[in-house]
Antibody, heavy 117, light 107 residues
Framework: QVYLQESGPGLVKPSETLSLTCTVS??????????WGWIRQPPGKGLEWLGS???????YHNPSLKSRVTISMDTSKNQFSLKLNSVTAADTAVYYC?????????WGQGILVTVSS | EIVLTQSPGTLSLSPGETATLSCRAS???????LAWYQQKPGQTPRLLIY???TRAAGVPDRFSASGSGTDFTLTISRLEPEDFAVYFC????????FGQGTKVELK
């Protein structure tokens, strides 16, 4: 069984960088042929794919976020990470990590990140 | 980017009734790259159906999906109390996008 767990600060100040890590167990992100991605959900709203990374491939990111998103892998720790810079209140959301190919499964439990001074 | 539009926004039904949820894509999507998720309040989205109509592990057979091209449907037959939730469709072509969700609420 594959499990994913998000971790990171729950509060980020405006204009700063949001940094989250997803720790994977039950699968090796270095050898798995799946993508490892980030999705967010603002309170009471829908889901937005942010970006993904896969072993041996360049990261993908949602074009709507332009160059604000960076996704990377640390295969030694079996983790992948999200960095979102220049955050504003609009970036307040529950952030999920997930394994995926065409569809997302499984998901982490999610972490609420609030952008506020 | 392919935009997925779900309708209706909210569906008010009683247990035992059938829910029909629509997902329309702005461009053609291969059925094999369309998925549906269920999300209950405070919970993580749960994969329900992927591909043309393959149910994920543990999903009861009252959930079914169909469609092709730009129009897709999720049908929930004989609604059970635990089925009242928000449902999202999701597609993959050049990138991954989600619909805005349909809430199935108790009438």
């Amino acid at each position: 069984q594959v499990y994913l767990q998000e971790s990171g600060p729950g509060l980020v100040k405006p204009s700063e960088t949001l940094s989250l890590t997803c720790t994977v167990s039950g699968a090796s992100i270095n050898f798995d042929t799946f993508y490892w991605g980030w999705i967010r959900q603002p309170p009471g709203k829908g889901l937005e794919w942010l970006g993904s990374v896969s072993s041996g491939a360049n990261p993908y990111h949602n074009p709507s976020l332009k160059s604000r998103v960076t996704i990377s892998m640390d295969t030694s720790k079996n983790q992948f990470s999200l960095k979102l810079n220049s955050v504003t209140a609009a970036d307040t959301a529950v952030y999920y990590c997930a394994r995926h190919a065409s569809w997302f499964n499984p998901w982490g439990q999610g972490i609420l990140v609030t952008v506020s001074s | 980017e392919i935009v997925l539009t779900q309708s209706p926004g909210t569906l008010s039904l009683s247990p035992g009734e059938t829910a029909t949820l629509s997902c329309r894509a702005s461009e053609s999507v291969r059925s094999t790259f369309l998925a549906w998720y269920q999300q209950k309040p405070g919970q993580t989205p749960r994969l329900l159906i992927y591909g043309i109509s393959t149910r994920a592990a543990g999903v009861p057979d009252r959930f079914s999906a169909s469609g092709s091209g730009t129009d897709f449907t999720l049908t929930i037959s004989r609604l059970e109390p635990e089925d009242f939730a928000v449902y999202f469709c999701q597609q993959f072509r050049s990138s991954w996008t989600f619909g805005q969700g349909t809430k199935v609420e108790l009438k």
